[in-house]
């Protein structure tokens, strides 16, 4: 920390520079120590990596106050102007953070390397990318717990098999574009009191595509593609949800004289069940039994995302009591937890009761077993018979 210079000597520059000042003090730092000027030379490096930390900090108004104010103490280990020789920064953050400030395609291309900053290189995709295409997949219950891989018909744009997709009537048709030479890009070189500066922009004449068309393809009118239907096989992994979405790289529509394609984006609808119905990662089940069942106990088959299971009914059990089935639910996409069916019982309250059947249920009302739990506030059994007969 105590050998770090000071960052306005670094960048030759007082405590009352402007912001523009500050600016282009840094450029003409960072072009004397370019590595790309100084090739090989490791000291030329380590000033360029620590003029850009000075700039980082000092183009900042709040990492300048706090400089002005503390100095290097300021940033401790882990943050900009920290610990490590450039506060953690590399090359690579350098190019694509500062490179902005020398215009397009200047750490890129200014000595024409093209191997670094935001040019990335000389090559250009040729053509222009197809749009994302979006469909929806409606699963059942079952293809989304076990997952499930789905064929389905898409129409959209496909490469034209006539020409191959780039648009020619035939190779005699396909030049190479006289004003970049098949490029792309073409260069102009402007000299400033830098020195000579040179930049990179599309070729207007082939829109960057290196070649011109002097016939077009009969059958795709020279776009490269056609309106068709394409089968795509779609890999649907267990435990998806209803609004879920999931993306396809390639296989949405061609691109026009061979661009890359778009994306296919699939969005899951969930079909609804006939007895079940989704809680998260749980399954739940309304069950409905009589009376005389949940007084007594007894057994019952439920339904279940695998098929049908049994379960026992203890005797005493009262409406609303939920039984759980674990692991029978969906399970985690990507992931390990898995979730459980619910079965929340029912009793079933009868709505038509003949002369006999009243008179047993009075009987029965009668006795201290069938009064409600006082505690719950819960209403008898048959005080609901008779609210749904009143």
């Known amino acids: 920390m105590a050998n770090k210079r000071d960052f306005y000597e670094i960048l030759g520059v007082t405590k009352t520079a402007t912001a523009d000042e500050i600016k282009k003090a840094y450029r003409k730092t960072a072009m004397q120590f370019h590595p790309d000027r100084n090739p090989g030379d490791k000291g030329a490096e380590e000033k360029f990596k620590e003029a850009a930390e000075a700039y980082e900090i000092l183009s900042d108004d709040t990492k300048k106050a706090k400089y002005d104010r503390y ?102 048709s396909l030049q190479t574009c006289g004003t970049c030479n098949g490029s792309g890009q073409v260069r102009r070189v402007t000299s400033t009191f830098l020195g000579q500066m040179q930049t990179v922009s599309t070729c207007p004449s082939c829109n960057g595509e290196g070649t011109t068309v002097t016939a077009k393809c009969s059958g795709c009118k020279g776009e490269g593609r056609v309106y068709g239907e394409e089968t795509i096989s779609i890999e649907i992994p267990a435990g998806v949800q209803e609004g879920m979405q999931l993306s396809m790289s390639g296989k949405g529509n061609a691109g026009e004289r061979g661009g890359a394609p778009g994306d296919l984006i699939i969005q899951i609808e969930e079909e609804a069940h006939e007895e079940l119905h989704r809680d998260g990662l749980n399954v739940a089940f309304d069950l409905h039994i009589s009376f005389p069942d949940a007084a007594f106990g007894t057994q019952v088959e439920v339904p279940t995302i695998d098929g049908r299971a049994k379960i026992k009914i203890p005797p005493g059990t009262q409406s609303g009591k939920i039984f759980r089935l674990k692991g029978k639910g969906f399970p985690e996409v990507q992931g390990y937890a898995k979730g459980d069916q619910l079965i929340q019982v029912n009793v079933w309250t009868p709505q038509h009761l003949s002369l006999e059947e009243k008179e047993i249920l009075e009987k029965m009302n009668k006795s201290e077993n069938f009064k409600p739990n006082p505690n719950k506030g819960d209403k008898s059994f048959f005080d609901r018979v008779r609210e749904a007969f009143n």
């Open 71 to 172: 100095g290097h103490q300021a940033f401790g280990p882990g943050t900009s102007g920290g610990a490590g020789a450039h506060g953690g920064m590399n090359m690579d953050d350098i190019f694509s953070q500062f490179g902005d400030i020398f215009g397009e395609d200047m750490f890129g291309n200014f000595f024409g390397g093209g191997r670094r900053g935001g040019g990335g290189g000389n090559s250009r995709p040729k053509g222009q990318r197809g749009s994302n295409l979006r469909i929806k997949l409606k699963l059942t219950y079952e293809e989304i717990a076990r997952g499930i891989v789905k064929n389905v018909k898409v129409k959209k744009h496909v490469l034209c098999t006539t020409c191959g997709g780039n648009g020619a009537k035939d190779k005699n």
